[in-house]
């Protein structure tokens, strides 16, 4: 009987744009945690705002389109971009392979991450209510490469194997979220 080939660790050969994209999401919240300054114009320009902000709340630029990708740059402690940050690399290192090495491998991975950072902000909006609060993390975006990781192991049968779990999960916080306060984005969890 063959024994099979043994695995690879999940964090070898890390690809370069996840590292980078790592690299800029850590050194985003480091000067932020030592420059009030700069977490103020973070949350100002980054964090996605629902309801309706108390008087006196700055409005965004651009009536805060750029904070549905800008988000991602902002978190809440260490543990929250921990957290995130583990499932960027570990989900990111698989779900970035399928597009290659290089410039234009590593913008498309990109584009990738941050449209499913876009369409989880977006629908964490349509989806909140109208009560005022904040969204922030890269939870929208390595949401997605959950998804993208499976489907790059195991066709749609992969992607359902990661993506079904971790839904059921975001619709059980959502559900949860009806009779106590929840302070994670469900709705972007899974719009991600």
């Keep these: 009987m063959q024994e099979p080939a043994p695995r690879a660790p999940i964090f070898n050969q890390l690809p370069a744009v996840v590292v980078g994209l790592s690299a800029a999401i850590v050194a985003a919240h480091a000067l932020g945690a030592l420059f009030v300054p700069f977490h103020q114009i973070q949350m100002w320009l980054g964090a996605l705002v629902t309801g309706r902000p108390p008087a006196g709340f700055p409005g965004q630029p651009l009536n805060g389109i750029p904070a549905l990708v800008l988000h991602v740059f902002v978190h809440g402690g260490w543990t929250h971009l921990l957290m995130n940050l583990f499932i960027l690399l570990a989900a990111g290192n698989v779900a970035a392979r399928p597009f290659g090495r290089g410039v234009m491998a590593g913008a498309g991975f990109l584009a990738f991450f941050f449209l499913c950072a876009a369409v989880g902000g977006a629908f964490h909006l349509l989806l909140s209510g109208p009560e005022f609060g904040l969204m922030i993390g890269a939870s929208t975006g390595v ?50």
Excluded: D
Excluded at 144 to 170: D, E, K, S
Excluded at 172 to 186: E, H, Q, R, T
């Design 143 to 192: 949401s997605g490469l959950i998804a993208a990781a499976g489907w790059a192991t195991g066709g749609r049968t992969g992607m359902l194997r990661l993506a079904l779990p971790w839904l059921v999960i975001n619709i059980a916080m959502g559900l949860f979220g009806l009779f106590y306060s929840l302070p994670i984005s469900w709705a972007g969890h899974i719009g991600g």
